[in-house]
């Protein structure tokens, strides 16, 4: 049960203490010490549940999806952004490329992928037999419009990125010199089932999910057509509403809080074993609760309460590490919509490097997550996580806890003490905000905790709006670039494909910190470039651009976590492994 394979926007809470439903569809030690952590941690916990009973006819399951906020409800994978809404339609939410549990794009889903690189073409062959859930077949239009919404500027889709616009024609579309997207054809009409794409150069992760060049659902244009561009995000058709082809269709919804499924009586593939699924939404603060009571089939854990929720009757734990970790970002920029890309303010608060690098030294996430995460967190050294393995950069070390270090850097810059606290280097009084999500019990003191470090080193840390900031307002700040936001603590559910084009680059929307440098562009190029075919290249690619971005500290990775999920045995076929599905899931006894 793993979601589709894109970026996503994750609560804090999740990433940090819990992960949740989001990855399922679907002086403290340095990295060696938390790489050790993790891999010990890992071994307790299967992938799969054990249960391999056969499931019975009309079976029904629950699920919680733990948060302390109510999810959007954009249910279009090209508009939506939040981990919680794809967490609520994984269910129906499927991808058009099946893959296996490497991530590599094989044949036998919705539609097939055909490469030629020498042509620079990309050929999707629909499966004839794939129909939405009101019985209309899916075809070639249907992908093509998931296209027209990412690049048609009035949806304002955060997903128009770089990686897409190497399409051809597609800039002439968002630009409005053209009603269709010139490099997107479909050689048997509208109607049919080949969709051929032209690219102005092939990249090296094209054959794996989540590479970000292809887009990987479609949307039901014969749905959607007569909503304008500019009113589809707030739709009935999308948040309502919503057709989908894979083994569950919605059939009832209670906006922010719960959804249920039934099966899709038009799915093409294996049938669903399941009468009605419900997820809903559960507060952190009950969530133990929850488990230990068995109000659901499948909860996530909090790492926060595993000691407590371990003891829950008729359970079984599965777990893994997801790809996904949380970080600080530093605001240096603002986006410029005209331009389509982040504009650096060099005299922004903190644009000094040392400030950043200071702060990232002054942070103990090994003693934090040691004390409030039952060592189920750890602290990462780099923005590439070491499930990538062979672009995992160890020499890279990260940010450890290091007063004494933190202090002689703001020494450097000219921060000096005056009292408690540094002035700038104006002599100016220096207040810097920090943004950061509510989440559960121990968010609060862990973020409490790192502010009373930065007191250590002379910088006053003061929380914006003076409180955590829930889900969705924490993001709306951010990606709108609040004034009152000096730095931020934010977390990513990664794509399957490493390359971090879509969320670092001048002209990814998802780059909140809004740096820009002429030598991040080259190095992220090179990760993307026909010389990164090369796998040894590529390698080293990734490797430079992690020591340019540990070095210059626009973004700090701070933590993983192992996600744990609490399952009723009575769940049969519920996995995490990447090939899993919806459609396999069922339950062997009806209570």
């Known amino acids: 049960m793993v979601s589709k394979r894109k ?19 679907s002086n403290g030690g340095g990295s060696d010490s938390s790489s050790k952590q993790a891999e010990t941690t890992n071994k307790q916990f299967p992938v799969s549940v054990s249960n391999k009973s056969k499931p019975v006819e009309g079976g029904t399951l629950s699920l919680a999806m733990v948060s302390d906020t109510p999810f959007t409800g954009i249910f279009n994978s090209a508009l939506a952004t939040s981990a919680n809404d794809s967490s609520v339609s994984q269910f129906g939410d499927e991808s058009l490329f099946k893959y296996d549990d490497n ?68 800039t002439d ?26 690219f102005k150069e092939m990249k090296p992760g094209m054959t794996q999910s989540g590479n970000g060049y292809l887009w990987e659902t479609a949307s039901p244009e014969h749905q959607l057509k007569d909503v304008p561009f500019d009113k589809l995000v707030s739709s009935d058709q999308v948040r309502k ?15 922010g809080q719960s959804a249920e499924w039934v099966p899709n009586e038009y799915y093409y593939g294996e049938k669903p074993k399941l009468s009605k699924i419900t997820i809903s939404v559960v507060s952190p ?79 103990n996430v090994d003693q934090a997550y040691e004390k409030f995460m039952n060592g189920l967190s750890f602290r990462i050294p780099t923005l590439i ?5 062979q672009y995992f950069n160890k020499d890279v070390k990260g940010y450890d806890f290091n007063l004494d270090k933190a202090n002689q850097l703001l020494d450097e810059a000219g921060y000096k003490k005056e009292g408690d606290y540094r002035v700038d280097k104006n002599g100016q009084p220096l207040v810097i905000k920090l943004a950061a999500m509510s989440g559960s019990a121990v968010q609060e003191p862990i973020i409490q905790n790192y502010i009373q470090q930065w007191k250590k080193i002379g910088l006053n840390v003061q929380l914006t709006s003076g409180r955590l900031i829930e889900f969705n307002s924490f993001y709306d700040k951010i990606q709108n670039d609040d004034p009152d936001v000096d730095m931020f603590m934010a977390a990513w559910s990664l794509s399957s494909e490493p390359s971090p084009n879509d969320i670092y680059n001048r002209k990814a929307p998802f780059n909140f910190s809004r740096f820009v440098s002429d030598e ?29 971005m540990n070095d210059n500290a626009y973004v700090i990775p701070i933590a993983n976590s192992y996600g744990i999920t609490a399952v009723n045995k009575r769940v049969v076929g519920y996995s995490k492994l990447p090939s899993s599905s919806w459609a396999s899931v069922g339950v062997s006894e009806n209570k």
């Open 173 to 198: 579309y968002n630009a409005g010199k053209s009603d269709q997207i010139s490099g997107i054809t479909t050689p048997n009409g509208e109607d049919g089932n080949e969709v051929v794409i032209k």
């Open 520 to 548: 991040q562009d080259k190095l992220l190029a090179d990760i993307d470039s026909q010389d990164s075919f090369n796998a040894e290249h590529r390698q080293k690619a990734f490797f430079k651009w992690q020591e340019w």
């Open 285 to 363: 603060s009950n969530a133990t609760q929850a488990a230990l009571s068995n109000t659901y089939d499948i909860i996530g854990v909090q790492n926060s309460a595993w000691k407590e929720v371990q003891s829950a009757p008729n359970t079984e734990f599965i777990g893994k590490i997801p790809l996904s970790y949380s970080y600080l970002g530093f605001k240096v920029g603002k986006w410029d919509a005209e331009k389509g890309e982040s504009v650096m303010n060099t005299n922004s608060k903190m644009s000094d490097q040392k400030l950043r690098q200071a702060i990232g030294y002054a942070m």
């Open 241 to 255: 509403t919503p057709l989908y082809y894979g083994p569950y269709k919605l059939s009832n919804l209670v906006a």
């Open 385 to 389: 996580p070491e499930q990538f393995e």
């Open 103 to 170: 991530y590599k794009i094989v044949d036998g889903g919705a539609a097939n992928l055909k490469l030629n690189v020498d042509a620079k073409t990309a050929t999707i062959t629909i499966n004839p037999n794939v129909k939405w859930s009101d019985g209309q077949p899916l075809t070639a239009k249907d992908v093509v419009y998931s296209y027209k919404i990412i690049a048609n500027p009035a949806t304002k889709s955060s997903r128009y990125t770089e990686s897409l616009q190497g399409i051809e024609g597609i």
């Open 7 to 25: 970026k996503w926007l994750m609560p804090i809470a999740t990433a940090a203490v819990a992960m949740t439903l989001a990855g399922c569809s």
